[in-house]
């Protein structure tokens, strides 16, 4: 007989959980394909996905602004390893994505182009999911793709690295 | 002015990936008995625990400092449980030595513990949070770009992460509570990993590791009554940002910047290279060493890695770098920065055996979490400060 080293316990918590009025408007513009983000009022930087206030300032960002959905790649990443949370089978490749018109980079999966074809600086657009399939989830923009634009200069994107 | 504190017990347990041979509650005991009888202290002696450890879904046991009480002899006694992500092992002895500066505690143990192969952290980091963005690959997946924006910014040879790795798994090999040693390990060996997160290595990378590592922290007059000579806290400090705000400089992040200068200038500090022997640094990939140097004013911004390139971080350098093998070698997340503070304090003490610093009079010990956020560093001393 071999000794019992461990035993699984599921558990389950059921919450019911609000995004709040910043996230929510950021989320309903997913659902009409168009990013939302908030200008902060007094530093003036722009906030995508927007958290209701400023993270410097301290100041609600209610000014409300849609930014492009194209943007340059200012660092990234090649996953070799398979990934929990995306169905995309390695190798693939993260990057921070600086959205046009917007201060902060966010995460971003680079498809359309090989994976190890990634640089810095490089130009993207989001693609988004079929009008039929948007929703109000970040998975409503698929991914982004290369865009046939010469790379960003260092200069340009070297403080949101 | 504050009362003295000095470290008078150091225990760690063997780190290992799967500490089958003990429960959550024996691996502590493992490190806190090592501590005792460092220190040549028992249960009675000790008047508060203050206890650290990483989020408690990366085990799946909520509060564990309430189950670990008894355990920890804390029944009737102040407990404090500390938490602060990846850095929690740096910060609990922190808040444990304020309790003695304070004058409150004549004796406090301090405990910082991961049992990894009895959770899943790297679910933990990717677990999905609603309304919110998804981080896709754990740990590596977050500092990968971080340390892809370090080498653009600096220009440093792309080989500088295989040195790093190259000279932490030499050392770790002269700890005996290491966690993963490669007996012949070499540069092509490291070289030839297979990437994780490009750029980096499978053995540029940490492991995880089940492992727990103890403090027991004294006053003056409780340091006289030590059985081995104390490690002296010359200082303390602990800083914070926020995750994400414009312009925030994720590679050499403000609030490690400001934790250093606090910590300099308590500690009567004025240039740490010369000033320091050896430094215990959370280098959970290696690209952090380099990064860390540059945060901590070992080398001007953009020339950390001409440290390592040179050899001044190893044993026999000029400024030692995680003599004990580093979190590259052992890595039970909560106490990966305890155990840089304890291994800071051994090399002072002249108890750290075959990684010893020769000679060694300050140390400093360093810890970072969260998306390089939190920031918690003391510096040691042979000298009564």
């Known amino acids: ?161 | 002015m504050a009362e003295r504190c000095a470290v008078i017990g150091v225990g760690q347990t063997k780190h290992d990936v799967k500490r089958t041979d003990v429960s959550l509650p024996g691996l502590l005991r493992e490190a806190v008995d090592r501590a005792f009888a460092d220190a040549g202290v028992g249960w009675r002696d000790i008047d508060a625990v203050v206890i650290g450890k990483a989020p408690d879904m990366f085990e799946g046991t909520m509060m564990p400092e309430l189950y670990l009480a008894d355990a920890l002899g804390a029944a009737g006694k102040p407990m404090l449980r500390v938490h602060t992500a990846g850095s929690v092992g740096g910060s609990t002895a922190i808040v444990a030595a304020q309790l003695v500066h304070a004058g409150i505690h004549e004796r406090v143990l301090t405990v910082a513990y991961e049992k990894q192969s009895e959770g899943n952290a790297m679910w933990a980091l990717t677990v999905r949070i609603p309304f919110q963005q998804a981080i896709v690959a754990g740990a590596g997946g977050y500092f990968a770009p971080l340390i892809r924006a370090y080498m653009r910014r600096s220009g440093a040879p792309e080989d500088t992460g295989i040195r790093v790795a190259l000279k932490d798994r030499q050392n770790a090999a002269k700890n005996p509570y290491s966690h993963l040693v490669f007996p012949d390990v070499s540069y092509e060996m490291i070289a030839g990993s297979p990437m994780l997160w490009d750029p980096i290595r499978y053995m540029e990378t940490c492991p995880s590791s089940d492992g727990a590592c103890a403090m027991v922290l004294a006053s003056e007059a409780a340091a006289k009554r030590a059985r081995q000579a104390p490690a002296w806290v010359h200082g303390t400090a602990m800083r914070s940002e926020p995750t994400m705000f414009a312009g925030r400089d994720q590679v050499n992040p403000r609030a490690g910047r400001d934790c250093a200068a606090e910590l300099y200038r308590k500690a009567g500090i004025t240039d740490p290279r010369r000033d320091l022997d050896c430094a215990e640094i959370y280098v959970p990939f290696s690209w952090f060493e380099p990064m860390w140097m540059e945060n901590l004013g070992f080398a001007p911004e953009g020339e950390g890695w001409k440290m390592t390139q040179e050899g001044a971080t190893a044993l026999d350098g000029d400024m030692p770098i995680n003599p004990s093998g580093g979190v590259l070698s052992s890595n039970p997340i909560g106490a990966s920065g305890m155990i840089r503070f304890a291994e800071a304090a051994l090399q002072v003490r002249g108890l750290a055996g075959e990684h010893q610093v020769p000679g060694a009079e300050r140390a400093l010990g360093h810890a970072y979490g969260g998306g390089s956020q939190f920031f918690a560093m003391w510096i040691v001393g042979r000298a009564r400060p």
């Open chain 1, 1 to 161: 007989m071999s000794a019992v080293t461990s035993i699984l316990t599921p558990i389950r918590l059921d919450y019911t959980y609000t995004a709040g009025r910043a996230t929510q408007r950021f989320l309903l513009g997913m659902a009409e394909g168009r990013i939302l983000g908030q200008r902060c009022p007094q530093c003036t930087k722009v906030y995508v996905p927007p958290r209701g206030a400023c993270p410097q300032c301290g100041v609600p960002t209610t000014d409300e602004v849609e930014v492009s959905g194209k943007g340059t790649v200012t660092t990234f990443c090649i996953v070799r390893i398979p990934s929990d949370v995306l169905s995309v089978p390695p190798p693939f490749t993260c990057a921070h994505v600086l959205l046009d018109g917007a201060d902060l980079p966010f995460f971003a999966l680079i498809q359309e182009c090989e994976f190890d074809a990634v640089r810095m600086g490089m130009r993207v657009e989001a693609v988004w999911a079929p009008p039929a399939e948007l929703a109000p989830t970040f998975e409503s923009i698929r991914y982004f793709r290369p865009l046939d634009e010469p790379d960003a200069a260092y200069e340009t994107y070297k403080e949101h690295l």
